[in-house]
């Protein structure tokens, strides 16, 4: 009897799924590499990715999760059925806990992973982390192995939940704001003022009544390792940005933004932050949706 209750402890324990926090160090990632249902996924380019990375870690372009919508809007998210595919291809189940893993050489190499972060939560899969601080961070420890070379996944079947709340489009968004959410600017302080603009056809400014909080200040120095906690609630206090309650993160094309979404949704918390994947590149094409610009230039 108790090598029998013994068996189907062990048994249990090996079949419980591995859940992480949004956010692993690389002791964390080095102590799990040999678990069963752990993807190492690389955002590398294929270059820098054969030259080292991981052990086991398996490579995707960042293209592949994004693309331009028949209207014309750029990276948006890749329809779900292709990026099904795109997934399983990679060795990716339901099962399987994700650890999204760039190069860490800045704020805007980690807001790779915050997209492909928050892609893996619209399609319903909650087993995903980032390396805070990327593959820097974890080579500098000089105490882990890297590999070089390509690793050839072997397929598995992945089925997307869809969480259609993960994705308002502009629609949503206007309702949203005129219903009392707060729009959150994290593209530059030039782009929300309305300095800078977009394309030819997109107008400079922000949304209505939009703070900035560039996404760049929410990691240390603009680099690849993520604020504390403390810092990032000193930071959201300094911005004017509250850390409950109904937001909307944009920038140009929804990359930058994914960062402050993760931010706000992930770290501290706040389950009403909503990324606006279309965001200005979208909006600003659009006159019937309302934009502000604080300093009236001449385009």
């Known amino acids: 009897m108790k090598i029998r209750l013994l ?25 799990h590499l040999k678990d069963e249902n752990l993807v190492v996924l690389d955002l590398q380019d294929r270059n820098s990715y054969q030259r080292y ?94 590999q070089k070379g390509l690793n050839q996944p072997k397929p598995k079947a992945f089925k997307a939940k869809l969480r259609t709340a993960f994705r308002p489009d502009s629609q949503t968004v206007k309702a949203a704001l005129e219903n009392g959410a707060l729009a959150v600017d994290n593209r530059s302080r030039a782009e929300y003022l309305g300095i800078y603009r977009g394309g030819d056809k997109e107008r400079p400014g922000s949304l209505p009544q939009a703070v900035h909080l560039a996404y760049d200040w929410l990691t240390v120095n603009g680099g690849g390792q993520f604020q504390s906690l403390d810092n990032l609630k000193k930071i959201y206090a300094a911005a004017g940005v509250p850390l409950q309650g ?28 909503q990324l606006y994947d279309g965001s200005t590149a979208e909006w600003a094409k659009d006159a019937n949706l309302p934009m502000e610009q604080k300093v009236q230039l001449e385009f």
């Open 246 to 273: 109904k937001q909307i993160n944009y920038c140009h094309t929804g990359h930058r933004a994914a960062l402050g979404w993760f931010v706000s949704h992930e770290l501290l918390g706040n389950e009403e932050a």
């Open 7 to 31: 068996t189907g402890l062990l048994l249990a324990f090996t079949l419980t799924p591995l859940f992480a926090t949004p956010l692993v160090d690389a002791e964390w990632l080095n102590a």
């Open 53 to 146: 990375h991981v052990p086991g870690a398996v490579n995707s372009n960042y293209g592949d999760w994004r693309q331009t919508s028949p209207k014309g809007t750029p990276q948006l998210m890749t329809p779900p059925a292709r990026l099904e595919q795109l997934i399983g291809s990679l060795g990716i189940d339901n099962d399987s806990q994700v650890v999204l893993v760039v190069m860490g050489s800045g704020a805007g190499d980690m807001a790779s992973a915050t997209r492909i972060y928050w892609t893996f939560k619209a399609l319903g899969h909650d087993q995903v982390s980032i390396l805070d601080g990327g593959l820097i961070n974890y080579a500098n420890k000089r105490v882990y192995p890297l």
